[in-house]
């Protein structure tokens, strides 16, 4: 069992950033891939990034194509939490932000793969 908890959403300028936080239960965080999802008003929600789990040194990631190049995922599993920092924010980044956990070892978009969920923070980007 992983328990998920967000934190760091807020309101901020457009063009402004963020670092949301997602800290982890449990002793098993490294061999989690971590996703970041997110919600906006009225619409599904969507993928956003993700990070693989553990290999060493070597980590990979995945952005969608709406936020590559603005945002970054990174992991501490010393201090059981992934990150994503939100750079150039813009008022369609708005939206509930989660984090969740997934066993499966290639990194994946699919909601359905993701086995554990966090209850998401507020992200608001002003115009």
């Known amino acids: 069992q992983v328990q998920l908890v967000e934190s760091g959403g807020g309101l901020v300028q457009a063009g402004g950033s963020l670092r949301l936080s997602c800290a982890a239960s449990g002793r098993t965080f490294s061999s989690y891939q971590m996703g970041w999802f997110r919600q906006a008003p009225g619409k599904e929600r969507e993928f956003v990034a993700t990070?693989?789990?553990?290999?060493?040194?070597?980590?990979?990631?995945d952005y969608a194509d709406s936020v590559k190049g603005r945002f970054t995922i990174s992991r501490d599993n010393a201090k059981n939490t992934v990150y994503l920092q939100m750079n150039s924010l813009k008022p369609e980044d708005t939206a509930v932000y989660y984090c969740?956990?997934?066993?499966?070892?290639?990194?994946?978009?699919?909601?359905?793969?993701?086995?554990?969920w966090g209850q998401g923070t507020q992200v608001t980007v002003s115009s």
């Open positions: 990070i693989s789990r553990s290999g060493g040194y070597v980590y990979y990631a």
């Open positions: 969740a956990a997934s066993g499966i070892v290639k990194l994946t978009r699919e909601e359905d793969a993701y086995d554990y």
